[in-house]
C-alpha cells in the first residue's frame, strides 16, 4: 500500500483511504480474519485477495441488474476504488435456511428451510458484540426511518435473489449473508446504496451435493483451510484466472 494514501479507517478486514477524488475512498482487503467478535485471530494468506476479487465479482453483477452499489472498480489486487458513503449503523441479514444464531436462537437444525426469506439488523457496535435490534429500535434512535427501512428490505431481497440465483448456478447453496448500506447524496436527494463488501466472510455457502462449507465457518469452526474454500468458489464463479500455476520457464530448442 502506498504510504501517501490518508488512512480513514481501519477495520478488521479492510481499511479505507482517501480515494483520488472527491466522494471516493480505496478499500484495501487485508489478510486479518476475526470471528466472534475479534475473540479469534488469524491471518490467512490470500484472503484479501479473494474477496477484493469476489466482492468486484458481486457489485459488478448487482450493478449491471440496477442495484446501486458504492463500487467504482478495482484497482489491484488488494484494492478496489469505492463511493465515499455514510454507513447505516446496521448490519442487514438475510436468511434462506437456519444457521449461525437464528439455529442457537429458536433451535433449530442447521440447514432446515425458513417459511420465507427473514430479514434481520444487527446494531453495528464491536463494544456490544453487534446485537440483534428490532425495527422500533432503529427508529426510536434515528438509525434509519421506516422509509429507509423499507428500501433497506427492498434492496437486501433484490441481493438474495440474485446471489441465490449465482450461487445456484455454481452448485452453491446460499444459507445467509450480510450486506451493509450506505447513504448518498445527489444534491438534496438521499439514495441508499449496497457498501462494504460481498463475499463468502459475509454469507454461508453450502455445497449443493456435499454440504461442505465455503465460507468464513471454515474459519470460525476450524473446519480445515479457509483459503481453499474461498478458492473453490472463485473458480466455480470464474473468477480466477484458470491459469493459476505459476508459469515456469520453458526451454525452447
Ligand atoms: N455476518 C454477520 N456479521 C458479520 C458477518 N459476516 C454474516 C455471517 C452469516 C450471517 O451474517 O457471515 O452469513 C448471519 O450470521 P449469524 O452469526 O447471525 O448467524
Ligand atoms: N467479523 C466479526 C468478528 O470479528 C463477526 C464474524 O464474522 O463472526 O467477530
Known amino acids: 500500500m502506498a504510504p501517501r494514501r490518508k488512512k480513514i479507517y481501519e477495520g478488521k478486514a479492510k481499511i479505507l483511504y482517501e480515494g483520488p477524488e472527491p466522494g471516493t475512498l480505496v478499500q484495501y482487503f487485508k489478510d486479518d480474519a476475526t470471528a466472534f467478535n475479534a475473540q479469534k485471530k488469524a491471518t490467512i494468506e490470500g484472503k484479501g485477495v479473494l474477496n477484493n476479487r469476489l466482492s468486484e465479482y458481486f457489485m459488478t453483477g448487482l450493478t449491471n441488474i440496477g442495484v446501486p452499489t458504492h463500487f467504482i472498480k478495482r484497482l489491484n489486487m488488494r484494492e478496489q476504488l469505492i463511493r465515499q458513503v455514510e454507513i447505516v449503523p446496521l448490519e442487514v441479514i438475510v436468511r434462506n435456511f437456519a444457521a449461525g444464531s437464528i439455529a442457537k436462537r429458536l433451535g433449530l437444525e442447521e440447514g432446515s428451510p425458513l417459511p420465507r426469506p427473514i430479514v434481520e439488523y444487527s446494531y453495528k457496535n ?128
Do not use: H
Open 126 to 253: 464491536d463494544d456490544l458484540g453487534d446485537p440483534l435490534v428490532p425495527e422500533e429500535y432503529i427508529i426510536a434512535f434515528g438509525w434509519a426511518n421506516q422509509q429507509d427501512l423499507d428500501d433497506i428490505v427492498a434492496l437486501a431481497l433484490r441481493v438474495n435473489d440474485f446471489l441465490t440465483g449465482v450461487f445456484y448456478g455454481v452448485g452453491i447453496k446460499l444459507i445467509d449473508f450480510k450486506i451493509e448500506i450506505g447513504r448518498v447524496w445527489d444534491g438534496d436527494f438521499m439514495r441508499l446504496i449496497v457498501a462494504d463488501e460481498i463475499s463468502p466472510d459475509s454469507c454461508r455457502l453450502w455445497d449443493m451435493k456435499t454440504g461442505q462449507k465455503l465460507d468464513k465457518d471454515v474459519f470460525r469452526r476450524d473446519l480445515g483451510n479457509l483459503t481453499d474454500a474461498y478458492t473453490e468458489v472463485a473458480k466455480r464463479l470464474g473468477v480466477l484466472p484458470t491459469n493459476t500455476q505459476p508459469i515456469k520457464p520453458t526451454l525452447i530448442n
